[in-house]
């Protein structure tokens, strides 16, 4: 049954995988309140009672694992309840942004060992709350980026979605008031410039033209990933040019930080 979606990680540590898949296999699965446990660690539990779990996320997530108590159902699975409800927003959040990329890594941290020491370590709910309130708001803020940029990169016109980020212009972490869902502070860039961007290495002039660091130019990447050297924003992509103002403003700060590390 679940073992068609469960992978055995590790025996001794009490580690499976969950792809979050369909019974079919071929779909992402709908429901995502409950899981079943590894076949290998079901005799460790008994219908009814509340165990530690460790849940690990897929790296790209950009999630710390979380540490829940968490309720078994009848038949041995893991259900949350209302008070972990937002374990299952958050999973569904990123179930629909990865398809069948998205998975689970589950730990049981409680056989064996004293709960009472490990509940100290536990995830507060406010916390996982705020992390899906936050999710929430980053794909409103991607779908406004793809929809602003008419659903292409922002330089080389590359409309392939799934390759596209929602590029921070001001970086989330200084950003103030609403600044940092702004979606003038954003450009929609592949995968590769968003990282260019992001670190600093390329910025824009006051016209949109492709700034370079002196440590990127001496590489010759941009020429090697396809990227001219004369590339700029292609602000006719904008389908609110009334927003073009206000991103170059949010450049021109971009544009100092980049060029104080000269």
Request: proline share 2%; net charge positive; aromatic share 12%.
């Amino acid at each position: 049954m679940s073992s068609n979606r469960q992978i055995l990680i590790s025996e001794e540590d009490y580690i499976w995988k969950d792809l979050c898949r369909s019974k079919g296999f071929d779909k992402p699965k709908i429901i995502l309140n409950s899981f079943s446990i590894h076949e290998k660690f079901k005799s460790f539990y008994k219908d009814g009672e509340t165990r530690l779990f460790r849940i690990s996320f897929p790296e790209c997530c950009n999630i710390e694992p979380i540490i829940a108590d968490l309720y078994l159902n009848s038949g041995k699975e893991i259900k949350f309840t209302n008070e972990n409800k937002n374990l299952g927003l958050l999973f569904q959040q990123l179930s629909e942004e990865m398809g069948l990329g998205f998975y689970l890594y589950f730990q049981a941290l409680d056989i064996g060992k004293s709960k009472a020491k490990i509940s100290e370590q536990i995830t507060p709910p406010i916390v996982i709350e705020r992390m899906t309130k936050q999710r929430t708001q980053q794909n409103k803020y991607r779908s406004d980026l793809l929809k602003l940029w008419g659903g292409r990169c922002a330089v080389t016109g590359i409309n392939f979605e799934k390759f596209l980020i929602a590029s921070h212009i001001k970086k989330f972490s200084g950003c103030q008031n609403n600044e940092a869902y702004d979606k003038a502070n954003g450009l929609l860039l592949c995968a590769h410039l968003d990282k260019l961007f992001d670190e600093g290495y390329i910025t824009f002039d006051k016209n949109g033209a492709l700034l370079i660091s002196e440590e990127l130019e001496n590489t010759n990447l941009l020429n090697r990933i396809g990227v001219p050297e004369n590339a700029r924003i292609q602000f006719k992509y904008l389908t609110d040019k009334t927003q073009k103002a206000k991103i170059l403003r949010f450049l021109e700060l971009h544009r100092e930080e980049f060029l104080a590390k000269l």
